[in-house]
C-alpha cells in the first residue's frame, strides 16, 4: 500500500510539473501574440495580411483560449487530487497557519467576464507588483517587453532596447524611466529583533529590473526575506556572530546581503528608518547573467 501511495503522488507531481510548464508556455505564447497582432494592427499592410491571412489571425487567438481553458481544468482537477497529499506532508504548525488563513478568504477569482490564465497567474502575485507580474516568464525579451510597453520616448525606447539587446545594464536612471517608483507593500511579516514585526517591503526600480532579467518574482524575494529573518532571529538566540555582524552592518548604512539555501536567491537589502526593507538587488548564487538576445532576437 505505501508503494501504491508513493507512486500515486510521484505521478500526481510529474503531471502537476508538466501542467505548470504547460502554462508557463501558453502565457509565453499570449505575449508572443499579443505583440504579433499589435503589429500587425500597426501595419501599412494590414488590409492585406487580413486578407490573405484573417482566417489565422483570427482563429489563434481562440485555439489559445481553448488551449488555457484545458490546462485551467487539468490543474484544477490535479489540485483537488493532491489537496489531502499536500496538506498531510505539511507539518503541523504550517498546516494550522494555512488552515488559519484560508478559513474566512474568499476565493481567487469572483464574479464577472473571465480572464486568462495570464490575467490569472498576475492576481496570484502579491499587491507589491505590476503587470505583467516581475521576474514571470524573465529574461532579456522580458525586459524589452516592458521598455517597449512603457517608455513612450521612441528614441531612449530604441536606446534601451539595443542596451538589452548587446547585454548592456541598464543604468539606475534608464531602470527608472522603465520601472518608476518603489514598489510597496505594507504590512511584511518579519519576525526581526528588536521588536519590529511589520514593515513595508520596497522595491526600487534597479532591483525590479534585475527581477524581471533574471527570472525573479515578488514571492520568492518575499520568501528569501522571511528565510533571513528567520535566520537572523535563530542566530541572535544563539548569540552567533553572525547576529552582531547583520546588525554592525545595517547600523553602518552598508545592508545586508544573504542567500536563501532553499531556493539559492541572494538578495541585497537595507532596512529603511524604523518601518521598511528595501531590496537592492537580486540574484541567482551561482547561475550567470542571462545571455543576451542579440539585434532583433527577441522578434524572432
Wanted: hydrophobic share 35%; net charge negative.
Amino acid at each position: 500500500m505505501q508503494r501504491n501511495a508513493a507512486s500515486s503522488q510521484a505521478a500526481w507531481a510529474l503531471l502537476t510539473e508538466g501542467v505548470t510548464a504547460a502554462r508557463l508556455e501558453a502565457h509565453r505564447l499570449r505575449l508572443l501574440l499579443t505583440r504579433a497582432l499589435t503589429m500587425c494592427d500597426k501595419s501599412e499592410k494590414r488590409d492585406h495580411l487580413y486578407e490573405v491571412a484573417g482566417d489565422v489571425i483570427q482563429a489563434v487567438p481562440t485555439r489559445l483560449d481553448n488551449l488555457e481553458r484545458d490546462l485551467d481544468r487539468t490543474s484544477y482537477a490535479l489540485s483537488v487530487l493532491g489537496s489531502d497529499h499536500l496538506r498531510d506532508v505539511l507539518p503541523m504548525t504550517d498546516r494550522k497557519v494555512v488552515d488559519d488563513a484560508t478559513e474566512h478568504a474568499k476565493p481567487f477569482g469572483g464574479t464577472g467576464r473571465a480572464r486568462t490564465s495570464a490575467a490569472r497567474v498576475a492576481d496570484r502575485h502579491l499587491r507589491a507588483d505590476i503587470d505583467p507580474p516581475l521576474g514571470w516568464p524573465g529574461g532579456p525579451c522580458h525586459v524589452i517587453d516592458r521598455i517597449r510597453d512603457r517608455v513612450h520616448n521612441p528614441n531612449l525606447r530604441e536606446e534601451l532596447v539595443d542596451d538589452i539587446e548587446y547585454g548592456d545594464s541598464l543604468s539606475n536612471p534608464d531602470a527608472a524611466q522603465v520601472y518608476g517608483p518603489n514598489l510597496v507593500e505594507r504590512n511584511v511579516r518579519t519576525p526581526l529583533p528588536f521588536n519590529l514585526h511589520e514593515r513595508r517591503l520596497l522595491i526600487g526600480p534597479h532591483a525590479q529590473y534585475r527581477m524581471d532579467l533574471r527570472g525573479v518574482t515578488v514571492p520568492q524575494v518575499r520568501a528569501a526575506i522571511a528565510a533571513w529573518a528567520k535566520e537572523w532571529s535563530n542566530a541572535k538566540s544563539r548569540q552567533s556572530p553572525i547576529a552582531r555582524r547583520w546588525e554592525e552592518d545595517i547600523a553602518r548604512g552598508e545592508g545586508v546581503r544573504y542567500t536563501d539555501r532553499r531556493s539559492g536567491l541572494t538578495i541585497a537589502l537595507d532596512l529603511v528608518g524604523s518601518d521598511a526593507i528595501k531590496v537592492i538587488t537580486v540574484f541567482w548564487d551561482g547561475e550567470a547573467q542571462p545571455p543576451p538576445p542579440g539585434d532583433g532576437g527577441c522578434d524572432a
